[in-house]
């Protein structure tokens, strides 16, 4: 299967607990005033990669707890990213997905689009929310914005409430 992506950072600290790669997809449709990735907007940009390919390259790695799908929008190739997904914690590594949509509007969507159902189940975390400039904050972890939250989703699921993840509390230390 294939997917396409705007990039990829082979360790980051930043984009979630411990050291982790980075896939960020291609092609996003809110167009967030003061985007990270602007780059990863235009759907015709960027380049495909075979999640197999990517898969077997992430699982062979060495030192990483896991993988972040950032972006653009990784919902918007919701079937691609639940396959990579599926190959990468059966290899032992946890996800991490950022959206910019709430999870309660993920939840809805994954009602009728059963890869968004997948890829919501395969996340371990969800970082949720559209980027909002007027409520940017750079002593967050993990995240650009207030709005966003941190979602445990396996607390989630057994709980059928939304469950923050204790690193939602997380500072980095930056300033404002």
Same mark, same amino acid.
């Given at each position: ?25 291609? !092609? ?5 005033? !003061? ?14 990669? &075979? ?6 390259? +992430? ?6 707890? !896991? ?13 691609? +990213? ?9 290899? !032992?590594?946890?996800?991490?997905? +950022? ?31 559209? +980027?909002? &400039? ?13 709005? &966003? ?28």
């Amino acid at each position: 299967m294939r997917v396409k992506l705007a990039g990829i950072t082979w360790e980051s600290v930043a984009d979630g607990p411990g050291v982790r790669a980075v896939i960020f997809a291609q !092609g996003c449709n809110r167009r967030c005033p !003061g985007c990270h990735n602007p780059q990863a907007l235009d759907p015709e940009g960027g380049e495909w990669h &075979q999640t197999e390919k990517l898969a077997a390259m +992430f699982a062979a790695a060495r030192g990483l707890q !896991g993988v972040t799908f950032s972006g653009g929008e990784p919902f918007l190739q919701a079937e691609p +990213f639940a396959a990579l997904a599926l190959e990468l914690k059966n290899s !032992g590594l946890d996800i991490v997905t +950022f959206s910019g949509y709430i999870y309660e509007e993920l939840q809805h969507k994954a009602a009728s689009i059963p890869a968004w159902a997948v890829l919501l189940h395969q996340s371990d975390i969800l970082i949720d929310g559209p +980027f909002i &400039q007027e409520e940017r904050d750079l002593s967050l972890g993990f995240r650009g914005s207030r709005n &966003q939250r941190i979602i445990d989703l396996a607390a989630t699921r057994s709980t059928g409430a939304v469950m923050l993840s204790p690193l939602h509390l997380r500072t980095t230390g930056a300033v404002k």
